[in-house]
């Protein structure tokens, strides 16, 4: 066996849910399997449902959902995980670790093992703060002390690096900026796979908008489903569909928004899915109308397959995503190569509405118009498709998936 087959990796993420980190995490496992290295991917939290899965090489701490813990229970669990993830790391022998999102990286951070360690950001924490919970309070403490521990911070656009260290106080030298690796290939072939099930073919034979994702605060799905409202009003044979789940409180809300415009028969939550590029190919356009995001790994799937996004101003790295020019954030539409982004909709409060309100923002109006045009003007594929090779490059697996161990 040769040194680099030496390398022995383990994975660290909070959950096995469909979201952008785990697949991502999903796709490090594949990618360094493919490569011959030993593999370990641990979930904090392994759920019956979760539709990331790892198979031999899994790992967990716990099967009970933090919802379900006591405040007494949780803190416990903070306390136990570092010295977990310091046991386990003694017990395989591992040289390197990834830790995916802020509650990986703390605990890693803390574990005092010996290995490289890698920890990333997958968000604009300055907005992500504006929630204060007792973990976000940790993590800001993390800023300033444990996080020296790592060898390696992965920022995964110039703009979250810039926002750690302007606005989150961020106080080591040890960030690096590698955009998220994309297993295009992969990518592709699960979208080539056909929607077989009656009713999920009867609701994709008719033009569709597909949001992807967690229904969390973070996503605002009330944004895009008002906007989605505005549509109708042009193009009344369209459909809206939804693949994930997430934070009951943003799934009530969204159901009974969509009870009060009425639109409960052109508005589909399907759930989690195991192959979402499927539906993703199938799909006319994707929308994302979050408050902040890093560079969500859904917009790099939605171009791996040909489909063109409108999403909201929701991080500057938007841009670095959907463009291969410059542009300044606007109250306006931008044009892209691979879509059209739209004025960010963050107004500085970071919770679930209180009231179901109908009325549109202006930002909403602007969402719906920027959807109805690419519904309307199959160009926005031809362009896509043209440009989809140069869109793609930064994210190769083979040269990032590597990087993040160097």
Request: net charge positive; hydrophobic share 40%.
């Amino acid at each position: 066996m040769n040194q680099e087959n030496k390398k022995r990796i383990l994975l660290i993420m909070p959950y096995g849910s469909v979201g952008g980190m785990e697949r991502l995490a999903l796709s490090f496992y594949n990618f360094y399997m493919k490569k011959g290295f030993y593999v370990k991917a641990l979930k904090f939290i392994k759920l019956e449902n979760d539709i990331i899965n790892f198979k031999e090489g899994e790992l967990h701490l716990s099967d009970k959902d933090f919802s379900f813990m006591s405040k007494k229970d949780r803190l416990l669990f903070y306390f136990k995980a570092p010295r977990a993830i310091k046991a386990i790391v003694k017990k395989h022998n591992i040289t390197h670790s990834i830790a995916f999102g802020d509650m990986a990286n703390l605990f890693s951070s803390l574990s005092f093992s010996k290995e490289y360690k890698i920890g990333s950001i997958h968000a604009l924490k300055s907005a992500e703060f504006q929630h204060k919970t007792m973990f976000h309070r940790l993590t800001k403490l993390g800023y300033k002390s444990s996080y020296q521990n790592l060898n390696k911070l992965v920022c995964i656009s110039k703009a979250i690096k810039q926002d750690l260290k302007q606005n989150c106080g961020y106080s080591f030298s040890n960030m690096e900026v590698i955009y998220n690796p994309h297993d295009v290939d992969a990518i592709h072939n699960l979208s080539i796979e056909p929607i077989t099930e009656q009713k999920e073919v009867d609701i994709f034979s008719k033009k569709t908008i597909l949001f992807l994702g967690r229904l969390s605060v973070q996503k605002s799905p009330w944004h895009f489903i008002k906007a989605f409202h505005k549509v109708l009003e042009n193009l009344p044979d369209i459909n809206l569909v939804i693949i994930g789940d997430g934070d009951p409180s943003v799934s009530n809300y969204v159901n009974a928004l969509i009870d009060k415009l009425n639109i409960k028969n052109k508005v589909f939550l399907l759930g989690r899915k195991s192959n979402p590029y499927k539906y993703l190919k199938a799909s006319d356009v994707l929308v994302l109308s979050s408050y902040y995001e890093g560079t969500p790994n859904v917009i790099v799937e939605s171009i791996a397959v040909g489909t063109p996004i409108v999403s909201s101003y929701c991080t500057k790295g938007i841009i670095e995503l959907m463009s291969k020019q410059d542009h300044q954030e606007s109250n306006n539409n931008i044009e892209t190569e691979s879509g059209i982004v739209t004025p960010n909709l963050f107004k500085g409060v970071l919770k679930v509405p209180e009231r179901i309100t109908t009325t549109l923002l202006d930002e909403e109006t602007k969402l719906a118009e920027a959807l109805i045009k690419v519904l309307g003007d199959d160009n926005y594929i031809k362009i896509l498709n043209n440009n989809k090779e140069a869109l793609l490059d930064k994210f190769d697996i083979n040269k990032v998936a590597i990087s993040y161990l160097k």
